[in-house]
């Protein structure tokens, strides 16, 4: 992809070439967010750690390669987003910025909550007007959300957060991320498909639910490393 050529060119010459953006669209995992927990008055709140989060790690990926060049990272992910939600802030959270590379990771909050269609739609927006601007787009498939109803849980609000998930993830969600693929196919936008890879463990045996830090939706910091590698990999490609 141009976005290793600009981060070469940068390399060779800080002086002379513009610091390399990229801008990461996306939900709560984009955010930062791991466990929940429940406060007195029944209500929700989230664990927020920005630093154990995968573009941060894929920063750390490249001051590593291409120690020399600065990298700017910008967060643009929002707890509970949907792809719908995020058309309606693209121009404020992600265009004025001008990006070199776009990576858009929705469909956790999607699934169930708006049709395939809506979600194929919100996308195409997305990834059209991203590339208007010249940005290159990667279209990262998110993981996969729980199974079952971990008997970690205690909490009712979250007991009822969690089964209603496992009803998206058992019955919709695969339809979701193939017609997000689709569309991403349609549209010529690189696929980073990270969810097959968690369906891969998942189908070796893996017990993918306790990968989860909520139990629910959000991955374990360590698993972060996954998409971070994974969206590297895709960047590197042709």
Not at 16 to 35: A, W
Not at 128 to 144: D, F, H, L, R, W
Not at 196 to 201: D, G, I, R, V, Y
Request: glycine share 6%; with cysteine; charged share 25%.
């Amino acid at each position: 992809m141009k976005i290793i050529n600009k981060i070469e060119k940068k390399a060779s010459n800080i002086r002379e070439y513009p610091v390399p953006t990229i801008v990461f669209l996306g939900d709560s995992v984009t955010q930062g967010c791991y466990e929940l927990n429940v406060k007195s008055d029944d209500s929700v709140s989230v664990v927020f750690d920005k630093i154990n989060v995968y573009h941060s790690y894929v920063q750390r990926i490249f001051n590593i390669l291409f120690p020399k060049c600065p990298l700017n990272i910008i967060n643009a992910g929002i707890s509970g987003g949907k792809s719908h939600q995020a058309c309606e802030r693209l121009s404020r959270d992600v265009l004025c910025y001008n990006p070199d590379l776009t990576v858009v990771c929705f469909g956790l909050n999607d699934c169930g909550n708006i049709s395939v269609e809506e979600y194929s739609d919100s996308l195409k927006t997305i990834f059209t007007q991203a590339k208007a601007i010249g940005s290159e787009v990667i279209y990262m498939t998110p993981n996969m959300m729980n199974t079952s109803v971990s008997g970690f849980i205690k909490e009712k609000p979250i007991l009822d957060i969690a089964q209603k998930s496992a009803d998206k993830q058992n019955n919709l969600m695969d339809e979701y991320i193939k017609q997000g693929m689709k569309t991403a196919e349609e549209c010529g936008v690189k696929i980073c498909d990270c969810y097959s890879l968690w369906k891969k463990l998942n189908e070796s045996g893996v017990n993918t639910d306790e990968l989860l830090a909520n139990y629910i939706n959000h991955p374990i910091r360590e698993m972060h490393w996954l998409f971070a590698y994974k969206l590297v990999e895709t960047m590197f490609s042709e």
